[in-house]
């Protein structure tokens, strides 16, 4: 079985992700620019039943235009953003690929709110192979 291992850079947050991540994409909206002082976010969903943590991330909350409570969770030492949820699918947790000690392990297939793109950012995907889902 999978198992995706990861955490903040000083090492206060650590989390575990055991199974196959759902979806993972790059997100280039402005909310994920500011999070992560970036370009854009590489992200999975995950299970939230299948996320542990250990240390205890602080959070802050923003309210999307949706009307559902996004949450952010970072490092309160280095400040390193980890994951997110959403009162819009609270069985999913959203984890930060750059958070996972590889991040290469997750591959992003979609690129999301590429309406918010900075002129600069050239965040690429690999392209879909024939009959590919
Ligand atoms: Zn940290
Ligand atoms: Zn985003």
Redesign the pocket.
Same mark, same amino acid.
């Given at each position: 079985m999978s198992v995706l291992t990861g955490? &903040? !850079?000083?090492? !206060?947050?650590r989390f575990t992700a055991t199974g196959a991540p759902r979806f993972a994409f790059i997100c280039q909206c402005r909310d994920c620019q500011q999070m992560t002082g970036s370009d854009h976010a590489a992200q999975f969903a995950h299970a939230a039943e299948a996320f542990a943590l250990e240390g205890r991330p602080a959070h802050w909350d923003r309210q999307s235009a949706a009307g559902f409570t996004v949450r952010k969770f970072f &490092? !309160?030492? &280095?400040? !390193?953003p980890v994951y997110g949820t959403t009162s819009r699918a609270p069985d999913i947790v959203m984890v930060l690929a750059e958070a996972l000690d590889d991040p290469a392990a997750i591959t992003p297939t979609a690129i999301v709110y590429g309406e918010e793109r900075i002129t600069w950012d050239h965040a690429s995907v690999p392209a879909r192979s024939e009959g590919e889902a």
């Open positions: 955490g &903040c !850079a000083c090492g !206060a947050v &490092c !309160a030492t &280095c400040g !390193a």
